[in-house]
């Protein structure tokens, strides 16, 4: 009989590596569900969830709304466009009326760090980070985590690298936090301009030449370069990034062992990844989406157990 | 705790047999019929059962496991939460005759589950219900199966348990057990 250590998932800092192990146990058993004939489960049949999005998102949104459908929960949508937040409500409040409409847990994603932290102490509802500014995306780094487990049996001593713009992105960050729950190996590789200054305290390796990251690692996770987050020049062209950190097949090719590709998405094909590399065999990509299905299943159930 | 013996191993070894003999006689071959052991526990019995048909028929049954636990009606309503197990059907159960083999039938309420979960995998001809052990006047659904290996006269404080040497009990037994404190 085992539950999470925590009522919400605001980020994969708070819970347990045993967290982690139910969360992949369960989302095991819903990724059958979801390969059945019939792909629904009645299990939150009586419980209403509000995705609560106030940036944009496609495949998350997707993602989750999916998850709650295949759960049989209620479920209402909200995006900050065309909503009052324009008019000038505050956080609090336009939680708080959706609350009031009898609402039992909140799917958030919001632009700034720390917003889901802040609702959690004031709400009692479940909360559900589905990526806070360029804090965390926990989800995200459990269905990457899934999917590496998935593909090679599982993840601890494994060596996964992280590379492109590490400072913008709360993918980086939650996959460093849950690859080193699980007992990998990570390292982050990009332009020196887009590592955090002090990125080795969170133990990882830092490298800023992608050949030689290629061939240290067993996963490499590529990222997107986050233009709407910079708001000044990292590097000097698009062109000169994916000249110095673009991967094409060749490289892949080149390699003595096979390594397994993934990218959280959005693609910017032929900036980060070349279409050859992204459609190769060595991707994982549309595995990683289809994981994300049954992981936001399990982590949603087992958030509705601690009620 | 008091534990008392209801039916020993030598007794529940022919009675899975007379089980067997009385499916037998309602599926003829088997070629339409499968089984589904209701997990955790319903699994141990649909082995020993498909195991015994096979000896007496020379044939394996079909036999899956099925998991009812995302399918409860309890769910956010235990004090202690539930744990899901594996489901492996691999079959296709549209148009067959289903036979759901557990334990122990109590209040029905895991078979209401099961016939929820069982739908998933098709819709099938008929559904018989197997139990080795049926508590009576425990129901709280209008759930009753269709063969039945013993029936016992319980309290709500008692409890039935099923050991099997295949989860390291001595030897295959059922047990009625009794708290102290009850």
Known sequence: MQELSVRHLLGIKDITPQDIQLIFEIADNFKDVINRPIKKVPSLRDITIANVFFENSTRTRLSFELAEKRLSADVINFSSSGSSVKKGETLLDTVNNILAMKVDMIVMRHSSPGAPHFLSKHIPANIVNAGDGTHEHPTQALLDSFSIRERLGEVAGKKVVIIGDILHSRVALSNIFALQKQGAEVMVCGPITLLPKYIQALGVKVETDVRKALAWCDVANVLRIQLERQQMKYFPSLREYTLYYGIDKKMLDSLDKEIVLMHPGPINRGVELSSDAADSHHSIILNQVENGVAVRMAVLYLLAQKG | ?182
């Open chain 2, 1 to 182: 705790m008091q534990k008392r013996l209801i039916v020993n191993q030598q007794l529940l070894e022919i009675m899975v047999t007379r089980l067997c003999h009385q499916l037998i006689e309602n599926h003829g071959d088997f070629s339409d019929s499968v089984i589904l052991g209701l997990q955790p526990r319903g699994k141990f019995v649909a082995q020993r059962i498909q195991h015994t048909l096979a000896s007496i028929l020379g044939k394996q049954v079909p036999t899956g496991y099925l998991d009812t636990t995302f399918y409860r009606d309890d769910f956010r309503r235990r004090e202690t939460p539930l744990t899901a197990n594996a489901t492996k059907v691999d079959f296709l159960i549209e148009g067959k005759k289903v036979i759901l083999v557990d334990d122990v039938l109590y209040t029905g309420r895991s078979v209401r589950a099961a016939l929820d979960a069982m739908i998933a995998f098709g819709r099938p001809a008929n559904v018989e219900l197997l139990v080795l052990v049926d508590r009576l006047y425990t129901r709280h659904l209008p759930i009753q199966p269709t063969y039945v290996g013993h029936q016992v006269n319980s309290l709500q404080s008692q409890r039935v348990l099923v050991e099997w040497k295949e989860q390291q009990a001595n030897e295959d037994a059922i047990w009625l057990v009794t708290k102290s404190d009850e």
